[in-house]
C-alpha cells in the first residue's frame, strides 16, 4: 500500500477543514505551493506540525519544519510517511 | 559637525579591544570573530567603494540573515553611505520597487534573485551594479565573491567614513497607506542615540549574547546587532524559518546560553504555549524584552511563570522613532490582571506628549496622540517631503514633533503612558506594520474585483484578524486559494488576509463611503 498517499488525504482534509473552509476540495491539489503560495502562515504551518506531531506519535526536526519539506501536500505527506514507521 | 561615535566605529572599537572574541554565530554555519568581521567588512567597503559607491549614496542588501549579511551592514556603513535591507521572502516586484525608489548605487545580494530582479528593473530603469553572493551564511559567500573581484582588480585599501550626524545609516522600508512601501530615513545620530540608551538601561556586557530574532529589515534588528556588537557581545543569528518554531527556540536559548532576548510578543507567546520551557536550561536569560505589539496578558502570565528570573521590558516605538516609551514589568503578572501593561515613560534620549485634535497637550486621564521629539526621532520618509510634513507637528518654536498615530493615556502626572489604539487605518501583525489601504490596493488589481475593502479586529489568540470583503465585477468569483495565490505574488505573507469574503455589493455610507463599520460587524 502506497501509504503517503493516505497521508496525503488526511493533511488535504485537514488543512480544508482547518484553513480553507469551504473551498472547493478539487482546487486543493497536491503539488499547490501553500506556504509560498500564502494559502498557510507560519502560526497555520505550526498549528499543523503540532496536530500531525500529536496524531502519528512523531517529532519532526527543526529542520524539517521548513518551507523545503512543508510547501506542498505532496511533500508533507512523504515527510510524515518516512517519520511512520 | 560630525557625530561622536557612528555605529560602524562601535564596531571598530569593539575590534580593537577584543579581536578574538566571537562577534556573530550563526547555528550549524559558524562563527565570526570581532577581527574578522572587521577584515570582511573592511574588504566590502572598499569594494563598494571601487563599483563608485560615495558617502551619502545607499546601498541595497539582499540576502537572508547571515554572518554575510551582518559585515555587509559594516561594509556599507564604512563606505559612508546608507544600507537598504529588504526581505527577501517578499514578492520581487516590492523589492525592486525599494530598490529603484531609494536610487541604491549599489545591492549585495544572493545570486538566486538575479534573474528575476533584472525582469522588474527591466521597466524600471538601469539595473545597479550587483554584487553577487553564492547564497549567504557562515560569511564564506561574501569572502569569496571578494577574492573573485579582487584576482581579477583588486580594489584600493580606503578608510572608514566618518558621517555627519544627520548622514543616512539605514532606510527601512515599512507599509504605505497608498499601497506602496515608504523608506523610514534613519540617520547615525538617531540610531547611536538609541543604541546609547540602550546602554545606559540594558548595561550590556562582552560576556553577554543577544538573540538576533528580528529580520535585518525590522527595526528590532538595530538593537540586537548594534548594541550588542558595540559591547563586544556575541550576536546569535536565528533563521526566520526557525524562528517561528516555539520548541526550536527554547531549546536555542539553552544551548546559546541567550542572556538578552529581544522580539515580538508573538514568538514569545508561543513559546509560553508550546516551548516547554521548565524543561530546558534557559538560566543565563537575564533579561526578555518584547516590542512591536500588544502582548496579550494570558500568554505573558505563562511565560513570566516558566521564566520567573529575567527582566522584563515592555517596548515600544514606531520604526521612525525606534523605541521612545519602556515600562519594566515585574513578574509575577498578577491573576486577576487582564489589561495590557503600560507602554511606560518616555526614553531618557526622547522627548514626549499627548496632545487633543488642536494639538494641545491633554491631561492626565485623558486620551491625546502621542509625540516624540528628539535625537533619535527620523529625519523625514525618503522623496515624500509632503508625507513627512504631514508627520510632524512642528511648536513655535520649531521643534518637530513626530505623531506616532497612536492614542495613549497619561496615568497620573509623570506617570506611564498607557496604549489604547491606533488613529488610522494601521495595525500591528506579529510586529510588523499593516496598512490596511495597501492590502487592498493589492486587491484592486485582481482582475475580478470591483471593490474591496479590508477591516481587521482584535483576536484573543492572533492578537489581530484582517478580514477582505469583496464584490466582483460580474457574476465571476475568485476562490479563497487563488485569492490568497493571488496576494502571496504582490506583498509580505504577513499581510494576507486571514479571511475573505465576496459580497454583491459592499455596504456604504449616507455619503456613499464604504461603510466600515458595518463590515466590521460582519468580520
Not at chain 1, 493533511?11 to 500564502?38: A, H, M, Q, R
Not at chain 2, 505573507?493 to 458595518?518: E, N, V
Amino acid at each position: 500500500m502506497d501509504m503517503s498517499m493516505d497521508f496525503g488525504t488526511a493533511v488535504k482534509n485537514y488543512i480544508l477543514e482547518e484553513f480553507l473552509p469551504g473551498e472547493n476540495p478539487d482546487d486543493l491539489t497536491e503539488d499547490l505551493p501553500l506556504i509560498s503560495g500564502g494559502i498557510l502562515d507560519s502560526i497555520a504551518t505550526l498549528r499543523m506540525v503540532l496536530h500531525f506531531e500529536e496524531q502519528y506519535g512523531i517529532v519532526l526536526e527543526a529542520h524539517e519544519a521548513d518551507k523545503e519539506h512543508l510547501d506542498t501536500i505532496r511533500s508533507i505527506a512523504s515527510l510524515l510517511a518516512s517519520k511512520v514507521r | 559637525m560630525t557625530v561622536l561615535c557612528s555605529l560602524h566605529q562601535y564596531l571598530a572599537d569593539s575590534v580593537a579591544l577584543y579581536p578574538s572574541r566571537i562577534a556573530v554565530v550563526e547555528a550549524g554555519r559558524g562563527a565570526i570573530s570581532y577581527a574578522q568581521l572587521g577584515t570582511l567588512s573592511d574588504r566590502l567597503r572598499d569594494r563598494l567603494v571601487a563599483v563608485g559607491v560615495r558617502p551619502g549614496d545607499r546601498v541595497g542588501m539582499y540576502l537572508r540573515k547571515s554572518i554575510d549579511a551582518v559585515a555587509t551592514i559594516y561594509g556599507i556603513l564604512k563606505a559612508g553611505a546608507a544600507y537598504v535591507p529588504v526581505d527577501p521572502d517578499a514578492p520581487l516586484s516590492r523589492n525592486a520597487y525599494i530598490m529603484h525608489n531609494c536610487a541604491v548605487k549599489a545591492v549585495v545580494m544572493e545570486k538566486r534573485f538575479e534573474d528575476r530582479l533584472a525582469t522588474e528593473f527591466f521597466a524600471l530603469g538601469e539595473l545597479p551594479p550587483l554584487l553577487l553572493l553564492d547564497g549567504a551564511g557562515g560569511g564564506g559567500p561574501l569572502a569569496t565573491v571578494l577574492d573573485e573581484a579582487d584576482a581579477k582588480l583588486p580594489a584600493a585599501k580606503t578608510k572608514n567614513v566618518e558621517p555627519r550626524a544627520d548622514d543616512l545609516a539605514y532606510i527601512l522600508y515599512t507599509s504605505g497607506s497608498t499601497g506602496k512601501p515608504k523608506g523610514v530615513m534613519l540617520s547615525h545620530e538617531n540610531a547611536v542615540s538609541f543604541v546609547d540608551w540602550c546602554s545606559e538601561v540594558f548595561e550590556p556586557q562582552a560576556d553577554d549574547r543577544f538573540s538576533s530574532h528580528a529580520p535585518l529589515h525590522f527595526d528590532l534588528s538595530i538593537l540586537d546587532v548594534h548594541v550588542a556588537l558595540k559591547h563586544g557581545a556575541c550576536l546569535v543569528l536565528i533563521p526566520e524559518e526557525r524562528g517561528k518554531d516555539p520548541l526550536h527556540m527554547a531549546k536555542l536559548i539553552a544551548e546559546e546560553k541567550i542572556s538578552i532576548w529581544y522580539s515580538a510578543p508573538s514568538i514569545l507567546s508561543l513559546m509560553a504555549q508550546f516551548g516547554d520551557l521548565g524543561g530546558h536550561d534557559c538560566s543565563a536569560l537575564r533579561l526578555v524584552l518584547f516590542a512591536g505589539e500588544v502582548f496579550p496578558v494570558k500568554h505573558l502570565r505563562t511565560l513570566c511563570s516558566q521564566l520567573p528570573k529575567p527582566r522584563y521590558f515592555n517596548l515600544y516605538g514606531p520604526t521612525e522613532t525606534n523605541v521612545c516609551t519602556y515600562y519594566e514589568l515585574v513578574p509575577p503578572v498578577p491573576e486577576a490582571r487582564t489589561a495590557p501593561y503600560p507602554i511606560g515613560k518616555v526614553c531618557e534620549h526622547l522627548r514626549g506628549k499627548a496632545v487633543d485634535e488642536h494639538n494641545a497637550v491633554v491631561k492626565p486621564g485623558e486620551e491625546g496622540e502621542l509625540c516624540i521629539t528628539g535625537r533619535g526621532v527620523m529625519q523625514g520618509y525618503w522623496s515624500l517631503p509632503e508625507r513627512t510634513a504631514e508627520s510632524f507637528l512642528v511648536d513655535e518654536d520649531g521643534t518637530r514633533w513626530y505623531r506616532t498615530g497612536d492614542i495613549v493615556v497619561l496615568e497620573s502626572a509623570g506617570g506611564d503612558y498607557i496604549y489604547r489604539g491606533r488613529r488610522d487605518r494601521m495595525v500591528k501583525r506579529r510586529g510588523y506594520r499593516v496598512e490596511l489601504g495597501e492590502i487592498e490596493a493589492g486587491l484592486y488589481q485582481h482582475p475580478l474585483v470591483k471593490e474591496v475593502a479590508v477591516v481587521a479586529q482584535p483576536d484573543p489568540d492572533a492578537g489581530v484578524r484582517i478580514t477582505a470583503f469583496l464584490s466582483s465585477k460580474g457574476a465571476g468569483k475568485a476562490s479563497l486559494i487563488e485569492l490568497k495565490r493571488f496576494c502571496a505574488e504582490r506583498m509580505p505573507l504577513y499581510m494576507i488576509p486571514d479571511r475573505f469574503t465576496w459580497l454583491d455589493g459592499l455596504p456604504k455610507t449616507s455619503t456613499d463611503k464604504t461603510d466600515y463599520q458595518q463590515l466590521k460587524g460582519l468580520a
